[in-house]
């Protein structure tokens, strides 16, 4: 049986999301993807249909594909590790915020995907010390977190107050980057570095 071709894309600028609909056709955010990110490859690999993506700001790809997966592997070993090392990211990423769902507060699973996103977008270069771009609004906090835009409003507020962290327009301060780990439990075990692979 011949292996599927590889047909995908990679972010090169610009910010987008990978969701997925729910049951009752919600959308729910599963990933925020920034230049480096990979985006298909898990729904062709595993027949996923219900997913999409949407941009949050200008985005520019680049088209990967035409390569059989077997061939991938066999051909070009570094390319099919980056491949896998993307994947393996995503997994940890999406298990972190699982383990946060049902064990933390609102206001610290919103800390602690600040801090994520203010550390990939600092592996870019997208960023000084205390802020960078962050162009996600209310809603897709709300859909990113799973929970009520009301909660997103009562997390960010509570964040602020505390001197901890703020979402001004479309940029994102870390106040105080040592409180806000203490107080979401923020945990960077390795370095999460998004590639450009090309």
Known sequence: MKSQPIIS?????????RY?????????????????????????????????????TRVSLCVLGGVAVGELFAHQPGLARGLVNSLLQDQNRADR??????????ASR??????????RAGALGGQNQRWCHFPLQRGDLSDNLGISPTHVSRSTSELSKL????????????????ALVRFSGYQRKHAEVERLLL
Do not use: Y
């Open 9 to 17: 894309n990679q972010t090169l600028s610009g910010w987008a999301l």
């Open 20 to 56: 997925r609909l729910t049951t009752c056709g919600e959308r729910q955010i599963v990933e925020v993807l920034l230049p480096g990110s990979i985006i298909g490859l898990q729904s062709l690999l595993l027949g996923l249909q219900n997913e999409g993506v949407s941009s949050l």
């Open 97 to 106: 915020q699982m383990t946060l769902d049902a064990k933390t507060s609102s």
């Open 110 to 119: 919103l800390g602690h995907f600040l801090l994520e996103i203010f550390d």
């Open 163 to 178: 001197g901890l962290a703020t979402i001004p327009g479309n940029t994102l301060e870390i106040i105080d980057r040592q």
